[in-house]
């Protein structure tokens, strides 16, 4: 992986907090197989940052550290009550008509470090609205009430709307080709899918500083998922 430059990716910045857009193929934490994760990073630039939650590697979006204990301990809090607006946005396989679609299924952990729905679970919610249907692709906000692992992309599974590309939970890979009916190949190449991973992405988050104020922060799409959605557009029907 090439070197990353955290400073731009910095969207937020107060006496307590960064927030930063985090792009995809990147751990959040600490990662046996690869050197380069988002707290080491953050640590370069504020040696007390903290991680207050956690992105799959390959998500991309927000991500937000605390500078001190305290910063920390409050958000934490914060997220406990289930008080932090979560946004994502995800383009998922089909046309979906999704307003206000609460799921409302218990997600159960497994040693292979996925998930399933299980009664044996923790609670979890999710609640689903579409913004944008393509051709065979449907734009959906997604906001996690709860914060277990793999929580949208096994919500959106069940729901008959796997994550694009999410192959883990019944996603397929999106193929140029699929829309494109004159797309030619180079002799002796093979087609690869346009996204190398899954379309999902934290857009934005709000809570409460230590002194009550609202933040509020937004992420921009990655070039990835940007050229996905460009396609989408493009050949809408």
Not at 65 to 90: C, D, T
Not at 108 to 118: E, P, R
Not at 197 to 214: C, E, Q, T
Request: glycine share 4%.
């Amino acid at each position: 992986m090439k070197s990353i430059s955290f400073k731009p990716l910095i969207i937020f910045e107060d006496d307590n907090y960064f927030i930063v857009n985090k792009p995809p193929f990147v751990s959040t934490l600490e990662d046996r197989n690869d050197p380069v994760n988002m707290l080491a990073l953050a640590k370069d630039y504020w040696s007390d940052a903290q991680a207050c939650h956690r992105l799959d590697k390959d998500t991309s979006g927000i991500l937000v550290f605390a500078k001190n204990p305290e910063a920390y301990r409050h958000l934490a809090m914060q997220f406990e009550g289930r008080s932090v607006e979560k946004i994502y946005h995800a383009v998922a396989d089909g046309i979906h008509q999704f307003k206000d679609r609460e799921v409302n299924a218990p997600i159960q952990k497994l040693d292979i470090g996925v998930v399933k729905i299980s009664k044996e679970g923790k609670a979890a919610r999710t609640i689903f609205n579409s913004i944008e249907s393509y051709k065979n692709h449907t734009l959906i906000e997604c906001r996690p009430i709860t914060g277990r692992m793999h929580q949208i992309r096994i919500h959106l599974s069940i729901s008959g709307a796997p994550i694009t590309g999410d192959e883990t939970y019944h996603g397929k890979p999106f193929y140029v080709s699929s829309v494109k009916s004159k797309y030619n190949l180079k002799k002796l190449t093979e087609e690869q899918p346009l996204m190398k991973r899954m379309a999902l992405h934290s857009h934005k988050i709000v809570f409460k500083s230590l002194d009550g104020i609202k933040i509020e922060a937004e992420a921009s799409y990655p070039k990835d998922l940007q050229a996905l959605i460009r396609q989408l557009k493009a050949h809408k029907r």
